[in-house]
Nanobody, 116 residues
Framework: QVQLVESGGGLVQPGGSLRLSCAAS????????MGWYRQAPGKQRVLVAN???????NYEDSVKGRFTISKDVAKNTVYLQMSSLKPEDTAVYYC??????????WGQGTQVTVSS
């Protein structure tokens, strides 16, 4: 059973930056696709960014050039560096892991609020 624990959320002013971290319970980053999703109030959960085991990354259009996903295999941790934050980035951010056999795991989520 894989466990994912997010951290790094909080309140930030528009234009500010945050770095989210997702710590995995085991050494999965070489083999799993990892991603960050977000869910705003009253909206569906959507993909923000993902990184597959080869290191190729993919971003939702609204965050391209502002967010960067990365991983540290030795630390079993995936990061989401968020810059130039906007109020519309406000959401609960969830870490996601997908195994080679397409089993999906989720973290508990971390709140990001962008407000002045």
């Amino acid at each position: 059973q894989v466990q994912l624990v997010e951290s790094g959320g909080g309140l930030v002013q528009p234009g500010g930056s945050l770095r989210l971290s997702c710590a995995a319970s085991s050494s999965i980053l070489r083999f799993y696709s990892m991603g960050w999703y977000r869910q705003a109030p009253g909206k569906q959960r959507v993909l923000v960014a993902n990184i597959i085991n080869s290191g190729i990354t993919n971003y939702e259009d609204s965050v391209k050039g502002r967010f960067t996903i990365s991983k540290d295999v030795a630390k079993n941790t995936v990061y989401l560096q968020m810059s130039s934050l906007k109020p519309e980035d406000t959401a609960v951010y969830y870490c996601n892991a997908i195994s080679p056999s397409v089993i999906t795991y989720w973290g508990q989520g971390t709140q990001v609020t962008v407000s002045s």
